[in-house]
Nanobody, 124 residues
Framework: EVQLVESGGGLAQPGGSLRLSCAAS????????MGWFRQPPGKEREFVAS????????YYAVSVEGRFIIARDNAKSTIYLQMNRLKPEDTAVYYC?????????????????WGQGTQVTVSS
């Protein structure tokens, strides 16, 4: 059974940082690209970042590029999202997802398994 478990969410001040983790199990982790999405309050889920199977290629939404960094550790079957210079508009539930394929993608329909999500709130 595929399982994706996010952790690391919480409350941060504007300009602060948080690091999210997503522990994967139940599948050959290094054979899949992975991604992060988020759903702000009252809005639809949106793409945040994606990383290919090896970690050598990543892709970001314009809104987070230069502030967020996606990474993976295939030995630990875990992906990370380092979020820096946080803004109130980054407030959302953050989800990790397994991409059905090796390479990055930004459309939710290209992902076939999802975690339960972790809340990130940016507020002073």
């Amino acid at each position: 059974e595929v399982q994706l478990v996010e952790s690391g969410g919480g409350l941060a001040q504007p300009g602060g940082s948080l690091r999210l983790s997503c522990a994967a199990s139940g599948f050959a982790f290094s054979s899949y690209a992975m991604g992060w999405f988020r759903q702000p309050p009252g809005k639809e889920r949106e793409f945040v970042a994606s990383i290919n199977w090896s970690g050598g290629t990543s892709y970001y939404a314009v809104s987070v590029e230069g502030r967020f960094i996606i990474a993976r550790d295939n030995a630990k079957s875990t992906i990370y999202l380092q979020m820096n210079r946080l803004k109130p508009e980054d407030t959302a539930v953050y989800y990790c997802a397994r991409r059905y394929g090796l390479n990055t993608a930004s459309t939710s329909t290209q992902y076939d398994s999802w975690g339960q999500g972790t809340q990130v709130t940016v507020s002073s």
